[in-house]
C-alpha cells in the first residue's frame, strides 16, 4: 500500500490550501485517516483524524487548528484531504498523510512521503 500526499506549497497568511492523498488499494479496512506534521526542529504532531465508516467517521483535530481545517475523504476511500483556511505562519510544516488499516486482521500504520506547506506572513 502506497499513500501519496500532494498539494503542498508557498501561500500568504490567511490564504488557504487543500492536501490531498492518494492511496493505492483498497483491499484493507481502513480504520483511522489522520493528517500530521512536522516543523523544522520540532516533533511531528497530530494534525487530523477521520475514523472509518465503523466508527462513524468521527473527526478529531488538534486544537492549534480546529475551526480552520477540515479533513474529509472520498467515499471509495481512495483518497482523502485536509483543508486548510486562515493559514498561519505557525502552520509552515512537513505535511504527512497517514492510514491505519487492517488486512486480514494484522494492523498496519501507512505513511505518505511529505508536502511542504510554508505560510508567509
Known amino acids: 500500500v502506497q499513500l501519496q500526499a500532494s498539494g503542498g506549497g508557498l501561500v500568504q497568511a490567511g490564504g488557504s490550501l487543500r492536501l490531498s492523498c492518494a492511496i493505492s488499494e483498497t483491499d484493507f479496512s481502513i480504520k483511522v485517516m489522520s493528517w500530521y506534521r512536522q516543523a523544522p526542529g520540532k516533533e511531528r504532531e497530530l494534525v487530523a483524524m477521520m475514523l472509518g465508516d465503523e466508527q462513524g467517521r468521527q473527526t478529531n483535530y488538534a486544537d492549534s487548528v480546529k475551526g480552520r481545517f477540515i479533513i474529509s475523504r472520498n467515499n471509495a476511500e481512495t483518497a482523502f484531504y485536509l483543508q486548510m483556511n486562515s493559514l498561519k505562519s505557525e502552520d509552515t510544516a512537513v505535511y504527512y498523510c497517514?492510514?491505519?488499516?487492517?488486512?486480514?486482521?494484522?494492523?498496519?500504520?501507512?505513511w505518505g512521503q511529505g508536502t511542504l506547506v510554508t505560510v508567509s506572513s
Open positions: 497517514n492510514v491505519k488499516a487492517t488486512k486480514n486482521l494484522y494492523l498496519s500504520n501507512y
